[in-house]
């Protein structure tokens, strides 16, 4: 994508299009939509994530069997659930 809008821009000049193609080789433009989808698709597993901790600790479960189970730790349980673990 980079190599089509430097090209389409620089067309006629060589040193900027090379230039160009420098800094924008490897780079990945975000756009405000790309930005609010990954956002969006974080709150998603989050709110996910306290959904099953919630429903595992209802269903009586320690604490740090839920966190193992989740691949969090205790502290990240607590924080989700606001839990405070003895």
């Known amino acids: ?4 809008v ?3 821009l620089t067309e006629k000049y060589r ?3 090379e ?3 420098k800094i924008m080789r490897g780079r990945v433009i975000e756009t405000e939509a790309s930005r609010i989808y990954r956002e969006g698709a974080k709150e ?4 996910r ?3 099953d901790a919630k429903a595992m600790l209802d269903d009586g479960l320690e604490p ?3 966190a193992r189970i ?3 730790t205790v502290e990240k349980l607590e924080e989700l659930v606001g839990l405070i673990t003895t």
């Open 1 to 4: 994508m980079a190599k089509l």
């Open 6 to 8: 430097s090209g389409a």
């Open 15 to 17: 040193i900027v299009k």
């Open 19 to 21: 230039g160009v193609e």
């Open 44 to 47: 998603a597993d989050r709110k």
């Open 49 to 51: 994530l306290t959904q």
């Open 64 to 66: 740090e069997r839920v």
């Open 70 to 72: 989740l691949h969090i």
